[in-house]
Nanobody, 115 residues
Framework: DVQLQASGGGLVQAGGSLRLSCAVS????????IGWFRQAPGKERELVAS???????TYENSVKGRFIIFRDNAQDAVYLQMNSLKPEDTAVYYC?????????WGQGTQVTVSS
C-alpha cells in the first residue's frame, strides 16, 4: 500500500524557516521522483520543488534560492527546507509521486506565514 506522510508544517513569522518531511512506504523509494506541491485557499495546486531518483532538482521560480529539496534514500524520506518564508508561501503542502502511472498524494501539512 503506497503511503506518503507529510509533516513539519506550522505557524512561522515572515523571514523564518521550516523543514517539511515526507515519509514514504509501499514502493521502491530509490527509483522514484518525489515532488512537493502546495495549494493556497482559492488557488490551484502547484508544484514547488521536485527531486529525481538520482538527486536532480527543480524549483518553482518564486522559491528558488529560498527552498531546498533533498532526499535520504536510507530513510525513505524527502525533505523541503524552507527559508526566508513569506506570507505568500502560506498553503497546504503535499508530497507526491507517480507510481505505476498513478499520482499518489500524502495528506498535506499546513504552513502559515504571518507578516
Amino acid at each position: 500500500d503506497v503511503q506518503l506522510q507529510a509533516s513539519g508544517g506550522g505557524l512561522v513569522q515572515a523571514g523564518g524557516s521550516l523543514r517539511l518531511s515526507c515519509a514514504v512506504s509501499g514502493f521502491t523509494f530509490d527509483d522514484y521522483a518525489i515532488g512537493w506541491f502546495r495549494q493556497a485557499p482559492g488557488k490551484e495546486r502547484e508544484l514547488v520543488a521536485s527531486i529525481t531518483s538520482d538527486g536532480g532538482t527543480t524549483y518553482e521560480n518564486s522559491v528558488k534560492g529560498r527552498f531546498i529539496i533533498f532526499r535520504d534514500n536510507a530513510q525513505d524520506a524527502v525533505y523541503l527546507q524552507m527559508n526566508s518564508l513569506k506570507p505568500e508561501d502560506t498553503a497546504v503542502y503535499y508530497c507526491s509521486t507517480v507510481e505505476r502511472g498513478v499520482r499518489r498524494w500524502g495528506q498535506g501539512t499546513q504552513v502559515t506565514v504571518s507578516s
